[in-house]
């Protein structure tokens, strides 16, 4: 032991106190913990119909040789069949291992020691954790009314930030900037900073007062705006996402890309699934709609407070401990979204999935709330 590294010493105090987050068990192991002979993931707003068809030929059909070799280290093909739905140029786009992973594109290419990043106190974590992290501020400001305060953004905003971290529709609330809100937002901010808009959820919204933030990249070149094929797309498994912006922003933020980290089957999945997607949307929208509705009746017959906005998930409250319900559910099979570390206690978020998941969820929540203690 006398070689054992003087971690103390050689970890920034910024990692040292750093909860790591933790990941869900296998499947089969959380069966066997819980006792549970199947299991509901309603906690990662995922897409119970899978991938759109196209993507599952591919996928099915994908030449094992292929995976010998390196992938497209830009993902080429992807980026033009992008540039053609999006009206763009191909190098606007910036390809990354999900969302997640171009989150921290995104904040190395432009903060440094001292610097900030200003976002919602109450929305998708990873902005925080990947500015904390990496020894950055994070600037949290309280949700107004279940959504973006956009004027409480603004007065967080110092001469060292950076970035401003929008999530719209917002992840866990589905609370969504309307038309002009976010122009006047951007305007206010006057391309002072970077704004990111991350629409993880975008293909979900139904409001025609949502505005796509993708329509105003060519009127605002200091906005990124963020996009997944985990969600809609139903890829989660597979890891992709994207940023787009202007092409001298985005410039910059590929240099803190590393090369190679999309695989070649995620991007043929991805490609294929954009090329052939509408009745995909269609029939997974009808799902999430008559899907919320039910929980939306069920939940509100229990007598529980939910929000339920845009995307693919609601979120409830309980008269109990947010964790001991995550337990409870688990031995009757459904898995849910604890929402203490979305600052959230005694809440959770569930996904919207089948009728066979939903009442099922139902009915273990029912019985969870009649439990004594
Ligand atoms: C799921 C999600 C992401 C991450 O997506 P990946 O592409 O799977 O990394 C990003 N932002 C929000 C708001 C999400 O809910």
């Not at 949290?140 to 305060?149: E, M, R």
């Not at 949502?210 to 070149?221: H, R």
């Not at 991007?267 to 090329?275: D, G």
Request: hydrophobic content about 45%.
């Amino acid at each position: 032991m006398s070689n054992f590294p003087p971690l103390d010493r050689l970890t920034p105090e910024y990692i040292r106190n750093f909860e790591p987050y933790i990941p869900s068990k296998p499947d089969e192991e959380l069966k066997r913990l819980y006792g549970c002979e199947r299991l509901f993931r309603l906690n990662n707003n995922e897409n119970p119909l899978g991938p759109p068809p196209a993507a599952r030929r591919v996928i099915r059909e994908f030449p094992p040789p292929r995976a010998s070799v390196y992938p497209s280290g830009d993902a080429y093909y992807l980026r033009l069949k992008l540039a053609e739905k999006f009206d763009m140029h191909p190098d606007q786009f910036l390809v990354g291992n999900g969302a997640n992973e171009v989150i921290s594109f995104a904040i190395k290419a432009f903060c440094e020691a001292g610097d900030n990043i200003v976002t919602a106190d109450k929305t998708f974590a990873v902005y925080e954790w990947v500015a904390t992290f990496s020894g950055f501020g994070a600037h949290l400001v309280p949700l107004a009314d279940f959504g973006f305060d956009a004027e409480g953004m603004l007065r967080a905003m110092d001469d060292r930030t950076k970035i401003l971290f929008v999530c719209n529709p917002n992840n866990p609330t589905g609370s969504i900037w309307k038309r002009g809100m976010l122009r006047g937002f951007l305007d206010r901010v006057a391309g002072s900073r970077i704004v990111v808009v991350d629409e993880a959820y975008a293909e979900f919204v139904e409001d025609p007062e949502f505005q796509n933030a993708m329509d105003l990249i060519p009127e605002y070149p200091n906005l990124v705006v963020f996009r997944t094929f985990s969600k809609m797309y139903a890829l989660a498994g597979l890891r992709i996402g994207y940023l787009a912006g202007a092409m001298e922003v985005v410039d910059v933020i590929r240099r803190t890309c590393v090369v190679y980290s999309v695989n070649v089957l995620a991007q043929l999945a991805a490609l294929a699934a954009i090329e052939e997607c509408a009745e995909h949307i269609e029939r997974t929208r009808e799902l999430v709609r008559k899907g919320k509705s039910f929980l939306v009746r069920e939940i509100g017959a229990l007598g529980l407070e939910y929000v339920s906005g845009e995307g693919n998930f609601v979120m409830l409250k309980l008269p109990m401990n947010d964790g001991l319900a995550y337990r409870k559910l688990m031995t009757r099979g459904v898995m849910i979204r604890s929402m203490t570390g979305f600052r959230f206690p005694n809440w959770i978020r569930v996904t919207v999935s089948t009728d066979e998941a939903m009442e099922c969820f139902i009915e273990a929540l029912t019985e969870a709330l009649g439990e004594r203690g």
